[in-house]
């Protein structure tokens, strides 16, 4: 079992998703919900968002096959968005900020929109997803495995969101401000590995992996 792998995918998809930076969208969102139906609103928001999500698990790559385009192609331009939803997140306003700004505008439609899409099943994540679990090159338990990793990053936003109260009591706004930022950083630097790779993958650049060191050898 490759531990760095596993390691990448989980990270990139901590990042995508930014179970913290749904915490203020999730306290908007329920203002006007009676206390006893948090619970409720927080698990269905994550089930929707898990549907969306698990689908171009399943079918993104068979949906590009279809539309005749090379996954290499897709890898570079999801790389390409990845890379400037992550500059918004450093530079741009905030997730929480902009989401709630658009919560503010849509009346609160309710768990589907902002919290579930695109606040947890963001653009940059269903993208992340496809890139994840290439037919050609990863193995349907390799696939499984990344499924697992998704349910992994979802159990922990909805925990982030059953605890909503209590964490953003603790961090504050300006706390998952910034640490969407810094997932910004991690979201560009994954996003260029990504523009690299399918340049690999189309065979316009031979890009060797970067050695990687552990204590196990």
């Known amino acids: 079992m490759d531990w760095t792998a596993l390691t990448k995918e989980l990270v990139t998809l901590l990042v995508v998703i930014d179970p913290v930076g749904s915490i203020p969208v999730f306290l908007f969102a329920v203002q006007n919900v009676p206390r006893h139906l948090h619970r409720r609103f927080a698990l269905r928001a994550v089930a929707i968002a898990a549907m969306v999500l698990l689908s171009f698990l399943v079918g993104g790559q068979f949906l590009l096959e279809t539309l005749g385009l090379r996954l290499g192609s897709f890898q570079i331009a999801g790389g390409v968005i990845l890379f400037l939803f992550a500059m918004t997140m450093i530079f ?126």
């Open 92 to 217: 741009g306003d905030s997730k929480p900020s902009r989401e709630i700004e658009e919560a503010e505008r849509d009346h609160l439609a309710g768990a589907v929109f902002p919290l579930a899409m695109p606040s947890i099943a963001s653009p940059g994540a269903m993208l992340a997803i496809v890139i994840l679990t290439d037919n050609n090159t990863e193995s349907v338990l390799d696939q499984a495995v990344t499924a697992g990793l998704l349910i992994i990053v979802l159990i922990v936003t909805t925990g982030l969101l059953l605890a909503a109260s209590f964490v953003h009591r603790f961090i504050g706004n300006t706390g998952a401000s910034v640490i969407s930022r810094v997932m910004g950083i991690v979201l560009a630097t994954i996003a260029v590995d990504s523009i690299l790779g399918g340049f690999d993958a189309l065979g316009v650049l031979n890009v060797a992996p970067a050695p990687v060191e552990t204590p196990l050898g």
